[in-house]
């Protein structure tokens, strides 16, 4: 094979998702979330997982599946108010959520894939609650919260096409998270809907170069098997 050719399996790309790995998934309520790799995850057993997230998805998309199973042990997201199930495991004490602002969020994301130590902002700067726990220092004379960058253990994320290279392009807004998870794990797989050989991606169409990008595999869709009460 191809050194340049990394379309893969869906069971090669989680082979190595063991319990208490640290994820990243891409998606926004389910929108660009990689359906079939949270699936072939879910169906993997591993547990002990730490998700980092936009959302907590709901109980049926994106990845609220494996909260629902309680796969995951902690989660770093921006909300969980579309999962009910999610609220009920923060509240009885099954599921440690680290909440971060969107744009706060997706900048120690940034930051992570940058190889930056973190962020500076003055978001909730003036909240007690927000402030504990975390440093605070002064620029130019004006403060701001030290937010440390984020990293992971495997990326999954959604494109809309990719190519044998693993260069990715991405549909309207389900590409929210993605590019910046693609660079900020380790190891990234990119599940696609479309993958064409190499070349016949316009340069300008790709929005992730494949250099950031381990393996692809090709979709198969949202299979609506998980159910939830």
Avoid at 127 to 137: D, G, R, T
Avoid at 139 to 157: C, M, N, P, R, S
């Amino acid at each position: 094979m191809s050194p340049f050719q990394k379309t893969i399996s869906i069971e090669s790309a989680i082979a190595d998702v063991c319990d208490g790995s640290v994820l990243m998934f891409g998606g926004f309520g389910g929108v660009g979330s990689p359906p079939s790799l949270i699936e072939a995850i879910l169906d993997s057993g591993v547990k002990e997982l730490t998700v980092i997230c936009n959302d907590a998805g709901f109980p049926g998309i994106g990845i609220g599946p494996l909260i629902v199973n309680k796969r995951v042990k902690t989660l770093i997201a921006s909300h969980i108010g579309s999962n009910p199930v999610a609220g009920k495991q923060m509240t009885d004490g099954t599921l440690e959520v680290r909440f971060s602002p969107q744009g706060t969020l997706a900048e120690r994301i940034r930051a992570g894939g940058s190889g930056l130590g973190g962020i500076l902002t003055d978001i909730g700067i003036d909240n007690q609650m927000v402030c504990e726990k975390k440093e605070i220092v002064s620029v130019a004379g004006k403060q701001y919260l030290v937010e440390e960058a984020l990293t992971a253990d495997f990326a999954f994320i959604n494109a809309c096409i990719a190519d044998e290279f693993g260069n990715l392009t991405y549909d309207k807004t389900a590409r929210n998270m993605n590019p910046l998870m693609a660079m900020a794990a380790k190891r990234t797989f990119a599940e696609a809907e479309t993958i064409v050989p190499m070349g016949n991606m316009a340069e300008e169409m790709i929005v992730t170069p494949g250099v950031f990008v381990e393996g692809v595999v090709r979709s198969e869709g949202v299979r609506w098997k998980w159910a939830w009460e």
